[in-house]
């Protein structure tokens, strides 16, 4: 069947004007020139543009791959190129980026937005765009003048791209591990040498040049994560005229032959005494990869909804076109299309709930980027980058475990032809399954939430976003029968919640290993219950929206019965995954790893 998207901007325009407050954002200092209106209309026009120049790439992306030519270079599949060129001359890639740097400057909010629906449209390709953001990011908030002259303007245009460069094979999760060298020339410039994994978009034919933000270690540095620098390493050296010079000495040695995402080449990096330029000072670089990594966990966060989005869109298409059975009350005579029937709906429903759950945290999270950087007062900036703090973990590890589960979900409503390449959906949950890997691992997201963002000012970021959630009870009962199991299931989730939070301050300490067995089911149960909450705030703002007579009225009902079904069908799982947080450690503990 045609594998298609049509960008969902009814609901990302809900979400922007409703759970966000966007006309607010657009009025802070840096955003004046961003009003609603335009802001709406480029939406439209971003939507336009990916459904029509980048998802027809999709399907080649995956079918093709990109292909390591023996001599060190990479070919992208048919299409990719051309589709890069057009992105570049649209201006796209730079929605978010100051205007000073060359960039739009509207708030990261919108190139959220933006990045959800490229995402939609060809994930493998938007990793590529979105590891340059990262780069960027790194330049702006670290870098030297001289090397935000030579790089900058470039990468902020799309005409270079960037990467990150992490990730050794003895160094995984544990950066601290890295054996990477930098010696320094004499002449302020450092010589690379090392072998890195798992780079993403390392090599390729996309852009003119690729510049690399490399961690490795001086002649000198200290042990551990206390000793890594950052320093860019660009494919080709920067001539002073900004022309190009000679190639710098390293190389893609080959590309990994993955599950997913098969059209973002995935590289095994040898550096030889490679060129490389140190960003801020030595022993430094952990601090400056956050900068990247933050934003990146993020974004691999979009990839999440994103990739499930287009999983739904293909799956309501096919339950609505096939036929099968005969559905309750249905005439004796006919066949039903399977959407008719109960389990068929229930799976559409729970996947249709959690992404605009989902969409509404992104988003949400995105905003406190934005405020965290342009509110206009020391404490509003210092609140907001708290919230971003507690909700990035958040979003980039409930929202990618569930990607992985409700593309499964898409491909299950398939029924055989799910497991079979030619319908598409299966490529769907293929690249959907390395979200919850890269970027942090979905276990280190959890371990990061429960020991370094709940004890943000002792407990008191966590507990202000507790209150925040409760006070809705008052607008909620306001509402009353006709959102009531909306009110009840969110406040069983929130006490649910509270109870989880309240152990682990009570346990945590006493015992690291009985908080660290609960991270995962802990990050779990807040984000189930974080998702509850945005959906009770979508059906009041549907519910306002009604009583005024405004918006589509089957929208806006069809926003009020998904809140509804998220309450009755997906919170109440908060109630199962409090006793497995509280259970401690004891039982993971008991068998001999030799009984494993």
Not at 128 to 137: A, D, F, K, Y
Not at 464 to 481: H, P, R
């Amino acid at each position: 069947m045609p594998d298609t998207y049509t960008p969902p901007l009814d609901d990302i325009n809900f979400v922007l004007r409703h759970i966000t407050d966007l006309e607010a954002l657009s009025k802070l200092n840096g955003f004046e020139h961003a009003d609603v209106e335009t802001l709406g209309a480029a939406l439209e026009e971003a939507g336009r543009f990916m459904a029509e120049v980048v998802a027809p790439t999709n399907r080649i992306g995956d079918q093709v791959g990109s292909i390591h030519d023996g001599d060190a270079s990479v070919t992208t599949p048919d299409g990719l190129k051309d589709a890069y060129e057009k992105f570049v001359a649209s201006g796209w890639g730079a929605v978010a980026y100051p205007a000073e740097a060359g960039g739009a400057g509207l708030p990261w909010l919108i190139g959220l937005a933006v990045q959800e629906m490229f995402t939609s449209a060809n994930m493998a390709f938007s990793i590529g765009p979105m590891l340059t953001q990262g780069t960027v990011e790194a330049l702006l908030f670290h870098g030297a003048d001289e090397h935000k002259a030579t790089f900058l303007d470039k990468l902020v245009s799309g005409e270079w791209m960037g990467t990150m460069v992490l990730t050794e094979p003895e160094a995984g999760s544990d950066v601290g591990a890295l054996r990477s060298k930098a010696v320094p020339n004499g002449d302020g410039t450092y010589a690379i040498t090392g072998t890195k994994i798992f780079i993403s978009w390392g090599e390729h034919d996309l852009s003119e040049n690729i510049i690399h933000m490399v961690l490795a270690r001086t002649p000198e540095a200290p042990p551990g994560t206390r000793g890594i620098s950052m320093f860019i390493v660009p494919k080709f050296l920067v001539n002073p005229d900004g022309s190009l010079g000679e190639r710098n000495s390293f190389k893609a040695v080959s590309i990994e032959h993955k599950m997913g995402i098969h059209a973002s080449p995935t590289c095994v990096m040898d550096f030889d005494g490679a060129t490389g330029y140190l960003v801020g000072e030595e022993n430094h670089g952990m601090r400056y990869m956050f900068t990247m990594m933050n934003s990146a966990r993020l974004s691999v966060g979009v990839e999440g909804l994103a990739v499930s989005e287009r999983a739904y869109q293909m799956a309501v298409a096919y339950a609505q076109e096939r036929l099968q059975g005969r559905a309750i009350g249905a005439p004796k005579t006919e066949h039903s299309p399977i959407i008719d029937h109960p389990d068929v709906r229930r799976m559409l429903m729970t996947i249709k709930a959690y992404n605009e759950a989902m969409r509404c945290l992104l988003y949400a999270n995105a905003e406190a980027f934005d405020r965290s950087h342009h509110a206009s007062d020391e404490a509003a900036r210092t609140a907001a980058s708290e919230r971003l703090d507690l909700l990035t973990p958040i979003s980039k590890a409930w929202c990618t475990d569930l990607g992985v589960e409700l593309t499964s979900l898409a491909l299950q409503v398939f029924g055989g032809m799910g497991y079979v390449e030619e319908t598409g959906v299966a490529q769907h949950y293929r690249d959907a399954r390395i979200a919850p890997i890269y970027e942090g691992t979905n276990g280190i997201q959890a371990i990061d939430l429960v020991a370094r963002k709940l004890p943000m000012r002792n407990g008191g970021a966590v507990e202000d976003l507790i209150k925040e959630m409760s006070g809705l009870d008052a607008e909620l009962a306001e509402a009353g029968e006709a959102l009531a199991t909306i009110r009840s299931g969110l406040s069983d989730a929130v006490a649910d919640l509270t109870s989880a939070v309240l152990w682990l301050a009570a346990h945590g300490m006493k015992d690291p290993n009985n908080a660290l067995a609960g991270a995962t089911p802990f990050l779990r149960l807040m984000g189930t219950t974080l998702g509850g909450y945005f959906m009770a705030r979508s059906a009041l703002a549907a519910r306002e929206q009604l009583a005024k007579a405004e918006g589509d009225a089957a929208f806006l009902e069809a926003k009020i019965a998904t809140a509804r079904f998220y309450a009755e069908q997906l919170l109440p799982q908060t109630k199962g995954l409090l006793p497995m947080v509280t259970a401690g450690a004891e039982q993971l503990f008991q068998i001999p790893v030799d009984r494993l």
